[in-house]
């Protein structure tokens, strides 16, 4: 099994991680990581198992990917590590902090849940059905990611930003993306959250239908001393759609959190 392929740029005594969500890959990281380099950070961008150049790094499971980006930040051996997980990376990174598998010193949760909703839930079901149907249907990863990515970004989203996100899932191999929904239906770390004992950052997009704003808030009431922000005018992909408030609020975080050394 090879280790993750990834990204990395800057350098400091502080690795920022950054976890991509289900349908993306780590160049959806790219401007976010020049961002924090330039503050004095080491930013680090991975492909999880199964995404881009990780196809040999096993099976796109939730357990797989844990053990991947712990064994990565290990082999970073940096003196602190922040992580930010979007969407399905934010699962990654709950898990990470709730085994625990790695050191970690403070923690940004973007656009994501504690749970996958109710095991057999309406809202569950529905969101498995909708993602599956297409490719059922012999569409495949471009025609779904067409019919997906319009309801997940904000209404007045740049086209540019819609497009790059369609063309960041359309080359997600379909196994890879069965294999990680079906993995994810079964995550939950609600009970856990209480137990997270490093700065967190949570941040929601206004109009993000799947880890709605209230959402992310129940999360962020849950974790002792954690802050919680709204991007304006951004949906679920809030770091494509509004990358420079994205970016301002997650530097602002860990400058305050944990400044250059």
């Known amino acids: 099994m090879k280790p993750l392929a990834a990204d990395v740029q800057g350098q400091g005594d ?7 969500g289900i349908g993306g890959g780590r160049h959806i990281w790219t401007g976010s990581m020049q961002a924090v380099a330039r503050r004095g ?21 939730l357990a797989n990917m844990t053990q991947q980006v712990a ?16 969407s399905m990376g934010g699962m990654v990174a709950q898990e990470l902090v709730a085994l625990p598998l790695c050191e970690v010193d403070a923690l940004v949760l973007a656009c994501t849940s504690a749970a996958f909703g109710k095991p057999g839930g309406d809202w569950q079901q529905a969101f498995v059905a909708e993602r599956l149907a297409p490719l059922d249907g012999g569409l495949g990863m471009a ?16 086209q540019r ?27 939950d770390r609600r009970e856990a959250l209480a137990a997270i004992d490093v700065p967190t950052l949570l941040l929601a997009g206004e109009h993000d239908r799947t880890a709605p704003p209230a959402v992310m808030q129940r999360m962020a ?6 802050r919680f922000t709204v991007l304006r005018d951004a949906g ?10 994205f970016d301002a609020a ?9 400044s250059p050394r």
Request: proline share 7%.
């Open 143 to 158: 025609a779904m990611a067409a019919r997906l990515v319009p309801g997940m970004v904000s209404p007045n989203a740049p």
């Open 14 to 20: 502080t690795l920022v991680v950054f976890l991509h």
């Open 250 to 258: 997650l530097i602002e975080f860990i400058e305050s959190t944990l």
């Open 236 to 245: 679920h992909i809030a770091n494509v759609e509004q990358p420079q408030a």
């Open 71 to 86: 064994a990565f930040i290990d082999a970073q051996a940096a003196p602190r590590t922040v992580l930010v997980g979007h």
């Open 221 to 226: 009431e849950r974790i002792t001393g954690s």
């Open 161 to 187: 930003a819609s497009d790059f996100a369609q063309g960041v899932m359309a080359r997600v191999p379909e196994a890879t993306y069965r294999a990680a929904l079906q993995s994810i239906v079964a995550f």
């Open 41 to 61: 950070f080491k930013a680090a961008a991975v492909d999880l198992p199964g995404y881009g150049d990780s196809l040999d790094a096993g099976p796109a499971t």
